[in-house]
């Protein structure tokens, strides 16, 4: 058995945030990093700098927009972009998964919707579709999954500051909450709830409000869901927020799990 750690990074363009991302690495030499927002293409990914940080990485993206990747210390075997559906578009630099020995991992980059009277909204509802399509055709409850990333959905009241005026918000209107949460009722539960059950634990601080990080006004929009085999053999999970309070900052801060596996 052996300690892993994972965690998962909404970067808000990765090379942007590479020093971020470097000063963090350093104190959390994380096992599995799974990034979203890259919003780089790939022949521009920084693979060089990632690689002299000690990780592999699997990664798709798209200038100044979208991206996802997922860095490993480890060989990541099977690893695949998108829904797989032929549906388009794929989804390719918003879904990436792969393994590691019997560890699944997904990471995804739901959309933000934009508001819910927009073409986006009914875009992000049909990409939680196809999420829970993509697991009933190639996944079983009974295996070790690990699902992450930037949700943009805020689950409960206790997820948002605020909440009673964000009610119309596309991440936290009431059909997007109960869409997510019958998706996660395939087989997974929130592993930072398990570790986390009170108030005031927030992954996201908008730079637009002043002072959100010291005045701890923010989204939990970025999750750790597993499925029960692994859920059950984590032993901490948590927000970090000190990278948020950084020069330059990503406006997301990192959400870590560790298991022992």
Request: charged share 30%.
């Amino acid at each position: 058995m052996a300690r892993w750690t994972i965690a998962t990074f909404n970067v808000n363009s990765l090379r942007s945030r590479l020093p971020v991302l470097e000063r963090w690495l350093e104190s959390t030499p994380a096992d599995v990093l799974c990034l979203q927002e890259t919003k780089v293409t790939d022949g521009d990914f920084p693979l060089d700098a990632v690689q002299s940080l000690g990780y592999r990485a699997i990664y798709r993206g798209e200038k100044a927009y979208n991206g996802v990747a997922i860095l490993t210390k480890a060989p990541m075997e099977g690893y695949a972009f998108g829904f797989g559906d032929g549906e388009e578009p794929d989804g390719g630099a918003r879904v990436v998964r792969g393994r590691i020995g019997d560890l699944c991992i997904i990471n995804t980059y739901v959309p933000q919707g934009k508001a819910i009277d927009n073409p986006d909204y009914v875009y992000k509802h049909r990409f939680l579709d196809r999420f829970r399509a993509l697991l009933d055709r190639e996944y079983l409850t009974t295996e070790k999954i690990l699902w992450v990333g930037d949700m943009n959905v805020a689950p409960t009241d206790m997820d948002v500051t605020s909440p009673e005026k964000k009610r119309d918000h596309p991440c936290f209107a009431p059909d997007i909450r109960e869409h997510f949460e019958a998706v996660k009722s395939w087989g997974f539960s929130d592993v930072f709830r398990k570790h986390r059950p009170g108030p005031g634990e927030f992954s996201f601080f908008d730079y637009r409000v002043k002072g959100a990080l010291e005045r701890n006004i923010g989204w939990r929009i970025d999750h750790i869901l597993a499925t029960p085999t692994l859920e059950a053999a984590s032993v901490d999970c948590f927000v970090d927020r000190a990278p948020r309070g950084w020069e330059r900052p990503s406006d997301h801060t990192p959400v870590v799990v560790r298991f022992d596996l």
